[in-house]
């Protein structure tokens, strides 16, 4: 991951940054897919009044209308929308001097170009690198579709170049999967809602429908039990989502992409409150964890016709090492 600490500003404002070291040159030619002096040249971000713009690359083919219906079903009243081919959601990251810097980001995917059209708030110039390696995650850009279908054989037939959804904060997608681990997808999203109302973080955006974001983990904790109980959670699921939020904030649990996926797995299973599903399903959207498989799951053992969970777990050793993306595609037949 490509992170903005290799950045430092050129003493020559009109032309950007410069790198580091040298050996930023592999990691930045593999996160943006091109070489710095080419990143220097190219127009890469137009400062106008609806942000700043850029376009970051995928492998085709992609499956971007499944992915915006799985944001769609999901998302969060006054913190995500999409509306037409756009994806839009509200969001917050926090630079190396431990400051929080909110805005927006909008996602529109360019066909004929192979990429994803990136809008960011001015208010995100500071943090840009980060929010573009997120963004390439939330849109799970890296993934090699030709691969894939390989591997799945005629599970993943259609639709082609299914992509597993990814998430902009870990602890937010912990806080939908333990919320929402024995209600309806409807009622979680209501669920978590809540608590981003009970927050009170708003954030200016060009559009009236988005106007708050969602709490960071330290920021979830300055929450009381009463305002969790009003929510209308349980003590349970609220003492769980403390001891994560904890965690994160003492730097003893990474939920970011990338990150160590069997000392996060154990962490989160050693919280009472949390099962394999959620740990699975976080691992599928926020550790972007390839192999993650959620064999105990209802549209899985739907689909698959059995609630064997061993005949399950035998027949998905088949799609090993891209297990999350077969339940993306065991999910689309339903």
């Known amino acids: 991951m490509f992170y903005a600490g290799c950045f430092t500003p050129s003493p020559r404002p009109q032309t950007g ?99 994803l059209q990136v809008t960011l708030s001015e208010s995100l110039q500071a943090v840009t ?45 912990v806080v939908r999967a333990v919320l929402g681990q024995l209600v309806t997808i409807k009622a979680a999203r209501t669920l978590t809602e809540r608590v981003a109302t009970a927050a009170q973080l708003p954030v200016e955006t060009p559009w009236p429908e988005l106007y708050l974001r969602f709490p960071t983990a330290a920021e979830f904790l300055a929450l009381d039990e009463d305002q969790l109980g009003a929510c209308g959670i349980t003590r349970r699921s609220a003492a769980a989502l403390r001891q994560v939020a904890n965690l994160i904030v003492q730097a003893q649990l990474d939920l970011s992409a990338g ?36 064999a105990g799951d209802y549209g899985v053992k739907k689909v698959l016709g059995t609630t064997d969970l061993k005949a399950i777990e035998q ?13 993306m595609y065991l999910w689309s037949q339903l």
């Not at 054989?153 to 299914?162: D, K, Q, R």
């Not at 996060?264 to 699975?280: C, E, F, H, R, Y």
């Open 259 to 294: 990150a160590d996926y069997t000392k996060a797995s154990q962490t989160l299973l050693a919280i009472k409150g949390i099962g394999p599903w959620t740990v699975n399903y976080v691992a599928m959207r926020a550790l972007r964890w390839p192999d993650a498989f959620l």
């Open 129 to 173: 690198p980060q929010a573009l390696a997120r963004v390439r995650a939330v849109g799970d850009l890296d993934a090699d579709p030709e691969r894939i279908q390989q591997a799945l054989g005629e599970l993943a037939a259609t639709p082609a170049g299914l992509r597993v959804p990814g998430a902009w904060d870990g602890f937010e997608i």
């Open 17 to 115: 940054y410069v790198l580091h070291s040298r050996a930023l040159y592999c990691p930045f030619k593999t996160q943006y897919r091109l070489t710095p002096s080419a990143w220097r040249r190219k127009p890469k971000c137009n400062s106008q009044e609806n942000g700043l713009q850029f376009q970051l690359a995928y492998r085709p083919p992609f499956a971007w209308e499944q992915l915006l219906n799985y944001f769609r079903e999901r998302s969060l009243q006054g913190i995500e929308q999409v509306e037409g081919q756009c994806y839009r959601r509200t969001v917050a990251l926090t630079d190396a001097q431990g400051h929080t810097h909110s805005g927006w980001i909008q996602l529109e995917l360019l066909p004929d170009k192979h990429a």
């Open 315 to 327: 027949q998905a050793k088949a799609w090993q090492p891209w297990r999350s993306y077969a339940v």
